[in-house]
């Protein structure tokens, strides 16, 4: 009997990514599908919350697929960050932009369009209720309208379909050239959090139908999918070549990065900043101008604040690299940085939130 239980549910891209991370570096723990009985009496009694996935370990639980990632670092699974402190600051970029981004583009097509939300809403009801007939259809599709009005309050909505669209096709587009001929992770030697934080969006756009007809247009990135879903729980494919790379210096995948860090200051860093000046001005939503010309539109959260200082220390650990950036991707990377930085001391309530950030104050004057 494993040492810890992993609560999921097979439609959350939190749940898969925690399964295909824990599984990969051979952590002690046996996935178990969340219903209805232990989303209470479980994850809910012991969190305080009934989102998955939720690692248990007797009454010990910690919930949030990245708090996870962390303790499984902790635990020691260094493999999950690359060695270098820049790339791993980087790497959690890229999980926080997958995380937080490209999850609202996928969930959009899941929940908007017809066909997914018909197949999810039964596969969710069967999870929950244990396969009951006739009542597993009636619970699911409550549940499935009952998470769609709350992801159209946070956004997902078809009012920013164009920009939700735009940007997921720069970033398919993006990941299919870099991935094409290419056998390696992002990073370049083994998986780290960022091809996890990216599996978890991506595979399950991939199992809808209308992202899995989409997704016949990258095979590449199809291919990438396709090595990370052999490490998931609970029986990963410890001997994938992934896992045992021939060359354990081989470069990161620079065409997606450079890509991932345009969406991330041309589009998910705005939202960021018009959220905080939404909740400055104490507005109760905002609208954020996009690099493309796109608007984005959402009711001004706190969440989103605590997101925003997420990234502003992640940001703030790249700089303190900033030789090092410069030398291996170009004066570009940096120039992003302090743009933003002025940016975000334009922002009403941005100059107080730089406070403790040294090596952004610097970059910003």
């Known amino acids: 009997m494993s040492e810890y239980t992993l609560y999921v549910n097979?439609?959350?891209p939190y749940s898969i990514k925690a399964s295909a991370m824990l599984g990969s570096v051979g952590f002690p723990c046996e996935p178990e599908t969340q219903n209805i009985v232990t989303r209470y009496a479980v994850l809910k009694r012991l969190t305080g919350k009934t989102m998955v996935p939720v690692l248990r370990r007797g009454e010990w639980a910690l919930n949030d697929s990245t708090k996870i990632a962390r303790y499984a670092i902790d635990w020691g699974a260094t493999s999950l960050v690359p060695d270098s402190p820049l790339m791993e600051a980087l790497a959690w970029i890229v999980e926080e932009f997958a995380d937080e981004w490209i999850n609202r583009w996928f969930i959009y097509s899941r929940w908007h369009n017809d066909r997914d939300f018909d197949e999810v809403s039964v596969d969710l009801g069967r999870e929950m209720l244990f396969g009951?007939?006739?009542?597993?259809t009636l619970v699911g599709r409550a549940a499935a309208r009952m998470i769609r009005g709350q992801l159209e309050r946070g956004g997902v909505s078809g009012e920013n379909l164009d920009a939700l669209e735009q940007?997921?096709?720069r970033t398919l587009q993006a990941l299919e050239e870099a991935l094409?001929?290419?056998?390696?992770?992002?990073?370049?030697?083994t998986p780290t959090v960022a091809d996890f934080g990216l599996y978890g969006p991506l595979e399950q756009y991939r199992r809808d139908p209308t992202g899995g007809d989409r997704m016949e247009s990258y095979p590449a990135t199809r291919k990438l999918l396709e090595r990370i879903r052999e490490l998931e729980l609970p029986d990963p494919e410890l001997e994938s070549p992934w896992l045992h790379p021939d060359d354990a210096d081989a470069e990161p995948a620079w065409g997606l990065l450079e890509t991932i860090w345009s969406e991330f200051f041309g589009v998910y860093w705005r939202i960021l900043l018009a959220n905080l000046e939404a909740k400055t001005e104490g507005e109760s939503s905002f609208e954020a101008e996009l690099a493309d010309g796109t608007a984005y539109r959402a009711r001004a959260a706190g969440?989103?604040?605590?997101?925003?200082?997420?990234?502003?220390?992640?940001?703030?650990r790249v700089m303190a690299h900033r030789a090092e950036l410069v030398e291996r991707a170009g004066d570009e990377w940096v120039r992003a940085i302090d743009d933003a930085t002025a940016r975000l001391a334009d922002t009403p309530g941005g100059?107080?939130?730089?406070e403790g950030y040294q090596h952004l104050r610097s970059s910003g004057q």
């Open 10 to 12: 097979s439609m959350s």
């Open 132 to 136: 009951i007939p006739g009542l597993q």
């Open 167 to 169: 940007s997921r096709d």
């Open 180 to 189: 094409d001929g290419r056998n390696r992770p992002v990073f370049g030697a």
């Open 303 to 316: 969440y989103t604040l605590g997101r925003l200082d997420h990234c502003l220390d992640l940001l703030d």
């Open 351 to 354: 100059s107080a939130r730089l």
